[in-house]
């Protein structure tokens, strides 16, 4: 674990991290009343960004000790990677917390399509109004 100078949690996942080092980043994030923060997902190479799914802490060790995106489904009450049916899986390169420390950036390498309507990204639906 290191932090930069602008106080931001940054954590990127070798094969070796200790786990006291996992430990001590998840417990400086902050979880909403149901145990969850916001993981906003991001195409390491471009910056795209692919999708936001939820995580718990749980998810967020996992994400750290494998190198590959955990999420909690909150509609099924389950954990889930990324790409464990689909084959579209996403290599983390680095998460990093929010100033407040309660939603997460996850920079990944994407393979295959994020979303599950076989897109690249879920942002695939702009809004028109008179804004």
């Known amino acids: 674990m290191s932090e930069p100078s602008t106080g931001e949690l940054h954590v990127t996942p070798p094969a070796t991290t200790p786990t006291t ?3 001590d980043a998840v417990a400086g994030l902050k979880f909403d009343a149901a ?3 916001p993981a906003v997902v991001q195409d390491d190479g471009d ?3 692919l999708m936001v799914a939820w995580m718990d802490a749980e998810a967020v060790r996992r994400t750290l000790s494998s ?3 955990w999420f909690w489904s909150r509609s099924r009450r389950q954990y889930w990677q990324k790409g464990e049916t689909s084959g579209h899986i996403q290599r983390v390169r680095s998460v990093t917390a929010d100033c407040d420390r309660d939603t997460l950036l996850v920079r990944v390498e ?3 399509p994020a979303c599950h309507t076989g897109t690249r990204s879920c942002f695939s639906n702009p809004l ?3 804004a």
Request: glycine share 28%.
């Open 21 to 23: 080092s996992i430990d």
């Open 35 to 37: 145990g969850l923060l």
């Open 47 to 49: 910056g795209t960004v």
């Open 67 to 69: 190198g590959r995106t």
């Open 110 to 112: 994407q393979v295959g």
């Open 128 to 130: 028109r109004g008179d």
